[in-house]
């Protein structure tokens, strides 16, 4: 991990103009910690619920509700598990394209992955904490197949990362993750792959 870091740091030198403060990747990771620390385990509790998905708080204006779900993760172990897939590949990508593109990228991610999640509750049997891995099939999308498109982008993924993230998506397919994160998951990745066709015609 440490050998493809150094590498793609390497390939991305000189990219887009990345955001200080560690850009939208970095703010990203930090407000996930914050809103597991103080939302779930602190005095910002009785707030958490303003970040979640309701469709009636939407049309009366609480429009960042489309966007907040994803910085929500029930557990700990859930938490630490996206941060370290998207301090991966989301900050390889940020360099590679920018941090104003990459913003534009996250929220649309963001909103796409927290409707899939929404529509698949009733069969979830519930659930408002959406978290980041659909978000990260997004990044891991575009990256994929702008790759194979796009001579020039110059992030070639490492196979064991692309192995890891299939095989989770398969356990999806065969009813091994709730119906919520397998919805989210695929939003992500089909939403990230038709970004990154996209910016590869336009390349």
Same mark, same amino acid.
């Given at each position: 991990?440490?050998?493809?870091?150094?590498?793609?740091?390497?390939?991305?030198?000189?990219?887009?103009?990345?955001?200080?403060?560690?850009?939208?990747?970095?703010?990203?990771?930090?407000?996930?910690? %914050? *809103?597991? &620390? +103080? /939302?779930?385990?602190?005095? @910002?509790?009785?707030?958490?619920?303003?970040?979640?998905?309701?469709? $009636? #708080?939407?049309?009366?204006?609480?429009?960042?509700?489309?966007?907040?779900?994803?910085?929500?993760?029930?557990?700990?172990?859930?938490?630490?598990?996206?941060?370290?897939?998207?301090?991966?590949?989301?900050?390889?990508?940020?360099?590679?394209?920018?941090?104003?593109?990459?913003?534009?990228?996250?929220?649309?991610?963001?909103?796409?992955?927290?409707?899939?999640?929404?529509?698949?509750?009733?069969?979830?049997?519930?659930?408002? %904490? *959406?978290? &980041? +891995? /659909?978000?990260?099939?997004? @990044?891991?999308?575009?990256?994929?197949?702008?790759?194979?498109?796009? $001579? #020039?982008?110059?992030?070639?993924?490492?196979?064991?990362?692309?192995?890891?993230?299939?095989?989770?998506?398969?356990?999806?397919?065969?009813?091994?993750?709730?119906?919520?994160?397998?919805?989210?998951?695929?939003?992500?990745?089909?939403?990230?792959?038709?970004?990154?066709?996209?910016?590869?015609?336009?390349?």
């Amino acid at each position: 991990r440490a050998a493809w870091l150094s590498r793609m740091d390497a390939a991305t030198a000189g990219g887009e103009t990345v955001w200080p403060l560690g850009g939208v990747c970095g703010i990203v990771l930090l407000l996930s910690a %914050a *809103v597991y &620390l +103080l /939302g779930w385990l602190g005095p @910002l509790k009785p707030v958490l619920p303003d970040l979640f998905f309701n469709p $009636a #708080a939407l049309r009366h204006g609480e429009i960042w509700r489309l966007f907040t779900p994803v910085l929500v993760h029930a557990e700990i172990w859930a938490l630490l598990f996206d941060l370290l897939w998207w301090m991966d590949l989301g900050r390889i990508l940020e360099h590679r394209i920018g941090s104003r593109r990459f913003c534009v990228f996250v929220l649309g991610l963001a909103a796409a992955t927290t409707f899939a999640h929404y529509l698949a509750m009733p069969l979830a049997g519930g659930g408002t %904490a *959406v978290g &980041l +891995l /659909g978000t990260i099939y997004g @990044l891991f999308g575009y990256i994929w197949l702008r790759n194979r498109l796009d $001579a #020039a982008f110059g992030i070639a993924l490492p196979p064991i990362t692309s192995a890891l993230l299939l095989a989770f998506l398969a356990l999806g397919a065969f009813g091994m993750m709730d119906p919520g994160t397998t919805f989210s998951v695929i939003a992500g990745l089909l939403l990230g792959a038709l970004w990154g066709w996209f910016h590869s015609r336009r390349a």
